[in-house]
């Protein structure tokens, strides 16, 4: 086999290599652009009151509710025309369940607080200006704005990183095909 022959099949291995590289990265970026975008409120609650600690939006899956309780916290996300985008009930997780060994001996049940921290996963819909808390008498407890978090979406970034991306590799491939070969280097392997 000559050695330009041997080069020339190296380069192609390389080459397929690079490809498959290429579809890799590609393929990490697809589960993000599928996911839903979604609103994690990071809320606390004592006695009674709920106040925001943190709201981040993010993607991910949100909930889908579809067994909601009879009696509970009601939220609704609304337009910025003022219209219900969604609503739905949930329970603010006030009762945990513990079981404690003593001497060989299971103690434990449940036990009810007054005070504690919980994340509400709601989604993120296009026009929605904010949510609306509601508690069990249906009386408004909280209201969050969601406007500030709208100005710049983070879709967009990781598109243009993709993009980027996709430019830097396809300029290396391009010229590492355009380097000439050197004679003296062949001649010396």
Wanted: proline share 4%; hydrophobic share 45%.
């Amino acid at each position: 086999m000559c050695i330009k022959d041997k080069y020339k099949s190296e380069n192609k291995n390389k080459m397929k290599i690079n490809k498959i590289i290429i579809m890799l990265i590609i393929l990490l970026f697809i589960p993000v652009v599928y996911a839903d975008r979604i609103i994690i409120l990071n809320l606390h609650y004592d006695n009674g009151d709920v106040s925001v600690l943190d709201k981040i939006e993010t993607y991910g899956y949100h909930p889908d509710r579809k067994i909601q309780p009879n009696v509970g916290y009601k939220a609704e996300i609304i337009s910025e025309n003022g219209a219900i985008l969604d609503s739905f009930k949930f329970k603010a997780p006030l009762e945990h369940y513990t079981d404690i060994q003593e001497d060989g001996v299971l103690h434990g049940g449940m036990v009810v607080v007054n005070k504690t921290d919980f994340a509400l996963i709601v989604p993120s819909l296009q026009d929605a200006k904010e949510i609306k808390l509601y508690n069990e008498k249906e009386e408004n407890i909280l209201n969050v704005e969601l406007i500030d978090e709208k100005e710049f979406p983070k879709a967009l970034i990781i598109v243009a990183i993709l993009i980027l991306l996709i430019i830097i590799i396809s300029i290396v491939i391009v010229r590492k095909k355009k380097i000439p070969v050197n004679e003296n280097y062949m001649n010396r392997i």
